[in-house]
């Protein structure tokens, strides 16, 4: 005997159709995907800022430099240095810090204007590079660091 399931006289059966079911099922996965494409690009690039600088971080554990000579003139306010790069990664970036009695001046040995020989050139391993900083006066120690400045940097009295 089969038992068959017949509405009731005068009542309809009630239900979402196939078709509505799919097109709702098919939006939500479409919309939950878009969540999570979303969220994944921005993670992955949170991810990859976060690895180079801990890569660039970790390069800097290779960098060295040192102050081969140097001469500070007080008569013509004129500092020449000359750093090598004792490390084994470039160098780049060069800043000098001037220290007086009157506070700390900052010398971008890259572009400033009282460089005489302004370089922008990367410094490559094991090679000097002069700089000579005019209108430089009452110092009483300076400080030359690089892109890597907790490790490649020159400190000096004068």
Do not use: H
């Not at 490390?87 to 220290?99: D, H, P």
């Not at 700390?104 to 410094?123: C, F, G, H, P, Y």
């Amino acid at each position: 005997m089969v038992i068959t399931k017949r509405a009731m006289p005068g009542k309809s059966s009630k239900g979402v159709s196939p078709l509505v079911a799919a097109v709702l099922l098919i939006s939500f996965t479409m919309a939950i995907a878009a969540i999570l494409a979303t969220w994944a690009t921005q993670y992955m690039t949170q991810q990859t800022a976060t690895l180079t600088t801990k890569g660039n971080e970790a390069n800097c554990v290779y960098a060295r430099m040192n102050l081969d000579t140097y001469t500070y003139d007080k008569t013509s306010s004129q500092l020449i240095a000359i750093i090598n790069n004792d490390g084994r990664i470039g160098l780049q970036n060069f800043t000098l810090f001037l220290y007086n009695g009157s506070g700390i001046s900052r010398v971008s040995l890259e572009t400033d204007a009282s460089v005489t020989n302004k370089q922008n050139t990367t410094l490559p391993a094991g090679e000097p590079r002069s700089f000579i900083v005019n209108g430089v006066s009452n110092i009483t120690r300076f400080r030359i660091v690089a892109n890597c400045p907790d490790y490649a940097f020159v400190d000096k009295s004068v």
